[in-house]
């Protein structure tokens, strides 16, 4: 799965912490997504898409190489 959340994250001006206390996880967890190496729980990317005020899809993409 790709996803917007550094793109996103730039754009607004927040820093990897804020978003991650905003969510509530470690800022490791940003760190991991934006490098691509972790798939979010549901949850946690409903949480990210509000942060921005997007939809999920709107924010994670599914890859067809994911299959």
Same mark, same amino acid.
């Given at each position: 799965?790709? +996803?917007?959340?550094?793109?996103?994250?730039?754009?607004?001006?927040?820093?990897?912490?804020?978003? $991650?206390?905003?969510?509530?996880?470690?800022?490791?967890?940003?760190?991991?997504?934006?490098?691509?190496?972790? +798939?979010?729980?549901?949850?946690? $990317?409903?949480?990210?898409?509000?942060?921005? +005020?997007?939809?999920?899809?709107?924010?994670?993409?599914?890859?067809?190489?994911?299959?």
């Amino acid at each position: 799965m790709k +996803n917007r959340v550094k793109e996103l994250r730039v754009e607004h001006g927040i820093t990897q912490q804020e978003l $991650a206390d905003k969510v509530s996880v470690s800022s490791r967890t940003i760190i991991s997504l934006e490098k691509q190496k972790y +798939n979010p729980s549901v949850l946690l $990317a409903y949480k990210i898409a509000s942060v921005f +005020n997007l939809s999920i899809e709107e924010t994670f993409m599914f890859d067809e190489d994911d299959k």
